[in-house]
């Protein structure tokens, strides 16, 4: 059995833009959220709101530039947790309307990203996918629950892999496995 670009990457992106929106279900009630939006990790980088923006940007990024279609737009206002649940929401939506067989084809696609100051990159569909939007995605993704974290709001590693609950079994006797 082969196993899909695809595969690799689409459900996952899925499974983890799902997971955020539960962190911010959990930042709710435990923190102010008009605070945690603006919040971030050092002066010099994005506060939660964009890196949510960012990772679920990178994901819909891949499927549209692997397929050569357009993602669906999103303006970047979001200015509340339901805001940002929504466009998760969203974006695992279009995430499940991509066809598999047109995601992994691009793979030999050429991929262009022009930046706003006019620089960009250029890559070949795999490296594209690889090299650049599965490590952007999770670092964002990361970003948003350590800022979470560095804010007090009560998640760890299994909020992060909860999309993994139907797989867990009791550890063994007397150990944590």
Same mark, same amino acid.
């Given at each position: 059995?082969s196993y899909?670009?695809?595969q690799?990457?689409?459900? *996952?992106?899925?499974?983890l833009?799902?997971?955020? #929106? $539960?962190?911010?279900d959990? /930042?709710? +009630?435990?923190?102010d @959220?008009s605070?945690?939006?603006?919040?971030?990790?050092a002066?010099?980088?994005?506060?939660? *709101?964009?890196?949510?923006?960012?990772?679920?940007? #990178? $994901?819909?990024?891949?499927? /549209?530039? +692997?397929?050569?279609? @357009?993602?669906?737009?999103m303006?970047?206002?979001?200015?509340?947790?339901a805001?940002?649940?929504?466009?998760?929401?969203k974006?695992?939506?279009?995430l499940?309307?991509?066809?598999? /067989?047109?995601?992994d084809?691009?793979?030999?696609?050429?991929?262009?990203?022009?930046?706003?100051?006019?620089a960009?990159?250029?890559?070949?569909?795999?490296?594209?996918?690889?090299g650049?939007?599965?490590?952007?995605?999770?670092?964002?993704?990361?970003a948003?629950?350590?800022?979470l974290?560095?804010?007090?709001?009560?998640?760890?590693?299994?909020?992060?892999?909860?999309?993994?609950?139907?797989?867990?079994?009791?550890?063994p006797?007397?150990g944590?496995?």
């Open positions: 059995m899909s670009a695809y690799s990457t689409v459900p *996952a992106f899925i499974a833009l799902g997971n955020m #929106a $539960a962190w911010l959990k /930042a709710a +009630l435990q923190k @959220e605070l945690l939006i603006e919040a971030r990790l002066p010099d980088m994005f506060p939660l *709101a964009r890196q949510i923006q960012i990772a679920a940007d #990178a $994901a819909k990024g891949a499927a /549209a530039r +692997l397929t050569g279609t @357009e993602a669906p737009v303006a970047d206002t979001e200015a509340s947790f805001e940002l649940k929504e466009r998760c929401a974006t695992i939506a279009y499940e309307s991509v066809d598999p /067989a047109a995601y084809a691009g793979l030999d696609r050429e991929v262009v990203i022009t930046f706003p100051n006019g960009g990159l250029r890559f070949d569909g795999a490296t594209f996918l690889n650049f939007a599965v490590p952007n995605f999770y670092f964002h993704a990361s948003t629950y350590a800022i974290r560095a804010q007090g709001v009560e998640i760890g590693k299994l909020d992060y892999l909860a999309h993994l609950a139907g797989h867990m079994f009791p550890p006797a007397g944590n496995g």
